[in-house]
């Protein structure tokens, strides 16, 4: 059982930038690919980016070149720096992790085991 807590959310001014952490328990990490998702109101879920086990990372196109994701293997955690902040990337961003072997693609929500709480991310213009 792997558990995910999100922080790091808050409100923010269009062109501005936050950094998103999700620490997961466990001794597994490293073998878990870690996704964010973002959900706006009255809205799906929607894939943002992630990061496998290697390293290898994938991003929606409409954070790509503003946001980075990485992770942290000895802390247990992956982050999200988004800059360049926009008025619509205003919603609740939720860290996921696969299992330990997952299959499918990492854009899809299907392929994550777990999830955390979500964090809030408003940006106003």
């Known amino acids: 059982q792997v558990q995910l807590v999100e922080s790091g959310g808050g409100l923010v001014q269009a062109g501005g930038s936050l950094r998103l952490s999700c620490a997961a328990s466990g001794r597994t990490f490293s073998s878990h690919a870690m996704g964010w998702f973002r959900q706006a109101p009255g809205k799906e879920r929607e894939f943002v980016s992630a990061?496998?086990?290697?390293?290898?990372?994938v991003y929606a196109d409409s954070v790509k070149g503003r946001f980075t994701i990485s992770r942290d293997n000895a802390k247990n955690t992956v982050y999200l720096q988004m800059n360049s902040l926009k008025p619509e990337d205003t919603a609740i961003y939720y860290c996921?992790?696969?299992?330990?072997?997952?299959?499918?693609?990492?854009?899809?929500?299907?392929?994550?085991?777990?999830w955390g709480q979500g964090t809030q991310v408003t940006v106003s213009s």
């Open positions: 990061i496998n086990t290697i390293g290898n990372t």
């Open positions: 996921a992790a696969s299992g330990s072997t997952y299959y499918g693609p990492l854009t899809y929500k299907a392929t994550y085991n777990y």
